[in-house]
């Protein structure tokens, strides 16, 4: 969930004074002297492998400090990383996304294709809790499932 308030204490002009962000890498460096940190990489990996840094009492998630060093405004949702990895915080590797979009660009857990099921001698595709069709093949299944989701959430945010 995002923290609005948190944010909004937050300024560009604070951010730019305490961090130096590196569009290319994305990685960010201290700027201030305070702890012996200038010039070392800010923040640090949580277990989920997004880089968290401390600024002024709040943790951030850098690619929302990435998102707001570059754009001087905070995304009003969510932010991808298209690469699926999340302490990729390259500016080109970032992306404004709403929860369902970022949720498109999760890798598949299911063994057949993402959205298909198998049951009994069809396979059925799903997308969320929308039925799509039974299908004969896993294929056509998979092909229902990818034109759905590419409507619903755009091409560029479906993964299979």
Do not use: C
């Amino acid at each position: 969930m995002i923290n609005r308030a948190k944010e909004a204490a937050l300024t560009h002009e604070q951010l730019i004074s305490e961090l130096a962000y590196d569009p290319y890498t994305g990685i960010f460096t201290w700027r201030k002297t305070g702890k012996g940190r200038k010039n070392k990489i800010a923040g640090r990996l949580q277990k989920a492998g997004y880089r968290e840094i401390g600024i002024n009492g709040y943790l951030y998630r850098a690619s929302r400090l990435a998102w707001f060093y570059m754009t001087f405004v905070w995304p009003p949702h969510e932010i991808d990383h298209k690469d699926l990895d999340k302490a990729n915080n390259a500016f080109d590797n970032l992306r404004e996304a709403t929860p369902s979009q970022n949720l498109a660009n999760r890798p598949s857990r299911n063994k057949i294709a993402k959205g298909v099921k198998k049951a009994r001698h069809v396979y059925q595709a799903r997308l969320g809790e929308k039925h799509l069709g039974n299908f004969k093949t896993a294929e056509d299944a998979a092909a229902a499932y990818v034109k759905a989701a590419v409507k619903k959430y755009g091409r560029e945010f479906v993964r299979v």
